[in-house]
């Protein structure tokens, strides 16, 4: 098992920036890649950015590219979602997720598929005001 909790979350104007913090505890961190998804109102789930294992493989979303850093710190358990130059468009709930699963199977496309996560935060919601 693995239990994660996010925290960061906030309200925040157009243009500026917050940091999303995820902290894991249970099994092995360093086992999971993670990921950070993130739903809006009336929308579905959707994928925002994920981390390998070690940290050195990291995949985003388009729309979030450029503005959006994933980067994961094994030895404090934690991994984070630096996000600048907010968009009102960004304003939804960011989910923490961890996939366990051996790094032979790491893909692109598995880590922006939600289904092949074992465990999720609660979320921690982030507003963006134009």
């Known amino acids: 098992q693995v239990q994660l909790v996010e925290s960061g979350g906030g309200l925040v104007q157009a243009g500026g920036s917050l940091r999303l913090s995820c902290a894991a505890s249970?099994?092995?961190?360093?086992?999971?890649?993670m990921g950070w998804f993130r739903q809006a109102p009336g929308k579905e789930r959707e994928f925002v950015a994920a981390?390998?294992?070690?940290?050195?493989?990291?995949h985003y979303v388009d729309d979030v590219k450029g503005r959006f850093t994933i980067f994961r710190e094994n030895a404090n358990n934690t991994v984070f979602l630096q996000m600048n130059k907010l968009k009102p468009e960004d304003t939804a709930v960011y989910y923490c997720?961890?996939?366990?699963?051996?790094?032979?199977?790491?893909?692109?496309?598995?880590?922006?598929?939600?289904?092949?996560?074992?465990?999720w935060g609660q979320g921690t919601r982030v507003t963006v005001s134009s």
């Open positions: 981390v390998s294992w070690s940290g050195g493989i990291t």
């Open positions: 997720a961890a996939d366990h699963a051996p790094s032979r199977l790491y893909s692109r496309h598995r880590a922006q598929t939600g289904d092949y996560y074992d465990y």
């Open positions: 249970g099994r092995t961190f360093s086992d999971c890649a």
